[in-house]
């Protein structure tokens, strides 16, 4: 549904994407290194709970912490890894467009789907952001489709409504919002509107936060998520539900897992708890995180296993 | 247990402080005038679901947009209302040491118990934070007791536990922590332990974010939640199972408010969904804010009492 | 020039606003009190040296640091002092839109020309810009003239020259732009240009940063200067040697004045030595600031005296 | 002096560096490819005026907008240039250890002397900022010297001199201090009273800010500067005549240049003034920023022809 599948057989990112973008974790092992083999576990953990597509070096990606060469050894293993059978984004925020045009066409080339892009820190006035945008279009390149990801409260920097339909209509390549406002959910709706009048073009829009606002993000009329969480089936199966008109048990899914999925929201530690879960449930050899980076304490593991058995628990609850 | 009552019948904040202390609303009509007569619905709304405390000029109190005069009056009203039946805290933050010092001895003349002072958002290294403390403690005055807010989120001011610690050593005035960290429980773990090693007073420590990480708080060595939620009861009776030993009860209960304490931590928005709350539950007549502040939207307010339903649903079923 | 005088004697700012109003200091006693007798002193130094107006509690007045009452206070005894000879423009920032009201209407009823706002830090979209001033320009009432000011270092507000004429063009009664972007001459340069195609207003637009980009700024088409500097007779003399057209003798001057003018632009210590220096003109009792506020070392002061010296030598060399 | 020549024939950094250390642009060409060649001339250009050193990547060095291949390239050039006659430093900021430890390994193995460090803009408490310097002291190597940039202007973060102090206490390989705070005069003296009493290792202080405050900078006890100006040959006669105690005559000479100093000083534009200047001077082939970057405006430029214009006049002057 999210494909275009012309003459190449790789999937593009367009703005009718929607589903389940999982959000994924880079794994390392205990000494720090690139755990490459990991990230084969990654895709198939990933691909059997219903992920509709994956987004690697995200925020959550420990991307600035890779260098160039690891960025890309581990994009393309994924690529590999994946071999199609989804479309695979990736993040290239955070440098000037030299090396944004250079991370962007080595990803191209290996097949990912399209790239993703964060406002720098220091963007304040609309002018400052359009003008920034303008650049990235160009940097990517016209052929390249780009994911706008709007997190005002990593970024500092706020994407009103009205921008953001601007640098959609001024740049066709800007094919998904990331939509990561806290929740934002009235920008959801102020968009989808404004694409009802023709004052912007339709573009996709996946929704972040961990998925923790997910059951209203999907009644403003997002398409779907693009968030990480230990338990991805959760934002697969919700949607589900959401699309098959069982809301009430939408929510009550969600309301099973959102005690942990408020855990892993903390800002700093919540990687560190997304990265247990996930070793926990065996998509990776190592919960580390790469320094600089928290570690988990003797309390934090016992509340997440605490949160986790509830959670099992709630779930077969819900079974019956 | 948290009131001091030697010759005088007025309470005063102490380091033993414990249990919920509500951070008030600040109610408006709808034209945006100071309700002084829904202060006094609303002392008997928070004190009949078991407050311990009320806190009031809060974050979520509006206090900016009063005037000096504006902010005496509601506080005058307020500790008429309650009567000495609960201590009562008093933001004074946000000013300089003149307005501090005026609004502090208004209030503690009129009976508050103490006050609350946040740092100033310019603030950055340990030296200027301790400099800055320093002089709070002076302008609020030796014999008041104050708190220290500690609120990363909202002033991007970051205290260490060896700042507090050092401030808490430096001013024994400085009798409690209102925790909001965005969750902070290592930090409450790092406050206890350099209190067990004797590297600091003992002081209280109530926890914020909207009650949203209560029981990981509580569990770590929190003394109780100083915060506000449509639904004050859910910490109260979060606290008592905790006392009680049954942590498993108070988390199915706080599993249930949940959702709802979920959806009101929107920052910008949170403060117009508990006011809503609050309206419909009786507690005052208007849930309107003084502007600048958002208003709820007609799909909002859909999420809001779906919620409401929910949350009402899944409490019968706990009965059981 | 720069008056309107109807049917009352009192100035009032109008768009046609040009010369050098001098942003005065707010004089303390060495204990911190506020000194309203020199309040007087510092009228007639300034008027003596050709303010055209005079600017009081703006961000080198201390503002914050007074209650209500003392702003008022030295408002009305700066005032009286003036006696109607040079508008007075008060800053009205800082607050919420209550207490901007309510000390604009004390200011505006004592004779002051116009307020002066400065936008809060947390804005950030041209959105919450215009929603904000669109709030102000409200508070401070219709018939109230405002200066808008815009200063992003100190705010970290970013206006672009598009939001300014929209709020000229929104607001009658934004009068002025206080111009403070560092130096930000093409701002001037565009608002000029946008005056000239009809897209705004004219307002007008007066420079600050303590006169370090005077020349540049004139020649851009700014109508002088709002700042504050210990040598107010600088940029009085350099607006007069420009628009007699000698625009290398004021360049002579401006030079003459730099290095001084330049020692006092040091972030958070600059107010210090301007005190010191009109102190030791005589302009007031004491150079103290109120607490919290630098004070100059030893070795400060030896750099004052030394760049005092130089500066009187050079413009002894220029009269010759 | 500033050199330690044992068996190796390259510079290497220590704390007895001193004089002036130029921070070098980055050429491009007018299309935006970097320009090697003019690489060559720049270093001539540099070391002709008197430079003790060189700093690369720096603020003003263009270097997030370059790859990481296009860093390595321009390095060795200006190394091969170089051929040992100055110690080069190297700007190795902003991006995580991994990749700052590869692009040290990559200058340091062809001849840089040191590579230079500034916070990332996210950090806040005494506590952040020395765990991410004890992170920086080992990613670079102990054997590889590093200057701590303190610029908190541009990155928000403030190093109190006790931190400083602990850092270079620290970390041996911690040698000097860029010391850019604006002016921060109190810092110098604090860091070497500091030293006096023995808390502190002595480093090396060069400072920053286009050497607008390098006088008084001076005096207080830097040991030179490390900065960039269109006329480094201010910076080293000023210098000069300051060894020579020939303090006032330093002054004449440094306010000559002040005002063409002041106006390079602007941000965002500056940069674009510095190259404006070199290039006029024959010191590159383009005064071409790399985009993003500001362009000067004909206004712009006819301001930089009169301060070049009036700024020979005066040093003619001063010649006799």
Redesign the interface.
Known sequence: MHLTTGLSPMPCLTTDAAGVYVISVTPFADDGRLDLASADRLVEFYLERGADGLTLLGMMGEA?????D?SIAFVARILESVAGRVPVVVGVSG?????MR?LTEAVMERGAAGVMVAPP?HL?????IL??FA?VAEAVGAGTPFVLQDF??ST?????A??IAQIARAHSNCVMLKHED??G??KI?ALRQAEGRGDMPRISILTGNGG??LP?EL??GADGAMTGFGFPEMMVDVLRAHRDGEA?YA?DL??AY??LA??EQ??G?GLAVRKYVLAQRGAMASAAL???GPRL?R??IE?IE?LLA?QAR?LRELEH
Chains 1, 2, 3, 4 share one sequence.
């Open positions: 600035p912490k890779l260098t160039r690891e440098s000037g467009y030299a090396s250079e820190p304040r006035s609309d002018e400052q003008g920034y650049g005002p409260l500092g920097v706020v994407l009103s009205a921008v806290w929740p959910l009235a709706s923790v606002f209203e009644a403003r009430d929510r969600f309301d959102l005690p408020r855990y903390q800002p530690l790469r320094a600089p304490s309390d934090d509340d605490c509830r709630r």
